[in-house]
């Protein structure tokens, strides 16, 4: 079974950068035609796909989000990193990991709260 973990800080102080990993178990994020990707949902509001990763190593991003988001990997331990930089009060929102198979997300981590405020 596929499984999908988010950690990282649950509050970022405005104009940092956010750094949330992915932890994944059951399967590879090297193998088969998958996507590894990152979505949140701000309070209030729908959810957002923010990029994601193929299992070459290929990113893609989001456009309105491209200029400050990265997304890494480990190979090693199987992890999938996203970092988001300058943040402001408006990226306060439910970050979620996911994998994307068939154009599709069909295994989500429990999503993680992450609180931009001084």
């Known amino acids: 079974q596929v499984q999908l973990r988010e950690s990282g800080p649950g509050l970022v102080k405005p104009s940092q950068t956010l750094s949330l990993t992915c932890t994944v178990s059951?399967?590879?994020?090297?193998?088969?035609?998958?996507?590894w990707s990152w979505l949140r949902q701000p309070p209030g509001k729908g959810l957002e796909w923010m990029g994601a990763m193929a299992t070459d190593g290929t990113t893609y991003y989001s456009p309105s989000l491209k200029s400050r988001t990265s997304i890494s990997r480990d190979t090693s331990t199987n992890q999938f990193t996203l970092q988001l930089s300058s943040v402001t009060p408006e990226d306060t929102a439910v970050y979620y990991c996911?994998?994307?198979?068939?154009?599709?997300?069909?295994?989500w981590g429990q999503g993680t709260q992450v609180t931009v405020s001084s």
């Open positions: 996911a994998r994307t198979h068939s154009w599709a997300e069909d295994y």
């Open positions: 059951g399967a590879s994020i090297t193998a088969n035609y998958d996507f």
